[in-house]
């Protein structure tokens, strides 16, 4: 499974590609909000410090205006990944940007017949929120679980993107359910590396060697 950074934060990024596990970035509307710069700023910023997809999301809602503002958006680098809203403009631009070899990053997916739908819409990634899902007391795992089933029917080659990953338990389901990547907050992905167990054994270990490092 790819492991995404789900974050606008210059610092944690690079943080975290210094751990060797990042595989590429998404952000958000919100997210860029954050981070306060400019947004191509931010974007080109992050290219330097990642080489792997980049999602950038549109802000736009009629087909034709996200078609010119992903065109911008792809221009900026070649790992730009046009993030796009699973509403049927959306869909509308994703199909053109896929006819022009410009990836695409469907968000905001709820259910199993959205996914469907941006997948023959020729999305390169959908994005389902699963801990949006477990906010509202909908199994977000689940989805992931049909998506998963649905893609690997129709051999789909659209590859699912587990959002909103709120710990560690999000973390290692969509591992197991197969999902192609996942993306998650620094948080997140800090809480996948800790056990308490890894702490206290090294603790141990670097106490005993102390009583025998200068025999
Ligand atoms: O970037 C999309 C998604 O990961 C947002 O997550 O935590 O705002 O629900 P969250």
Same mark, same amino acid.
């Given at each position: ?149 649905? &893609?690997?029917? &129709? ?13 560690? &338990? ?46």
């Amino acid at each position: 499974m790819k492991i995404f950074i789900d974050t606008g934060d210059t610092t944690e990024i690079k943080e975290a590609n210094d751990w060797g596990l990042i595989d590429g970035v998404t952000t958000n509307p919100s997210l860029a909000a954050k981070a306060g710069k400019n947004f191509k700023q931010l974007i080109t910023e992050i290219t330097q410090i990642v080489d792997g997809p980049i999602s950038a999301e549109v802000v736009s809602l009629t087909a034709d205006e996200m078609y010119k503002e992903g065109k911008e958006l792809a221009s900026w680098h070649k790992n730009i990944v046009v993030k796009v809203p699973l509403i049927p403009e959306g869909l509308k631009a994703v199909k053109r940007f896929t006819a022009e070899g410009i990836k695409t990053n469907v968000t905001l997916c709820f259910n199993a017949n959205q996914a469907l739908l941006a997948a023959k819409a020729g999305a390169s990634y959908i994005s389902p929120f699963v801990g949006r899902l477990d906010d509202i007391s909908q199994d977000g795992l689940q989805l992931i679980r049909d998506i998963r089933l649905i &893609y690997d029917n &129709y051999g789909f080659d659209t590859e699912i993107l587990t959002a909103s990953a709120r710990g560690p &338990y999000h973390f290692m389901e969509a591992a197991k359910i197969g999902s192609d990547v996942i993306t998650a907050p620094f948080s997140v992905i800090k809480q996948v590396i800790k056990h308490p167990l890894t702490d206290s054994g090294l603790k141990q270990f670097l106490e005993d060697w102390k009583k025998v490092a200068n025999l």
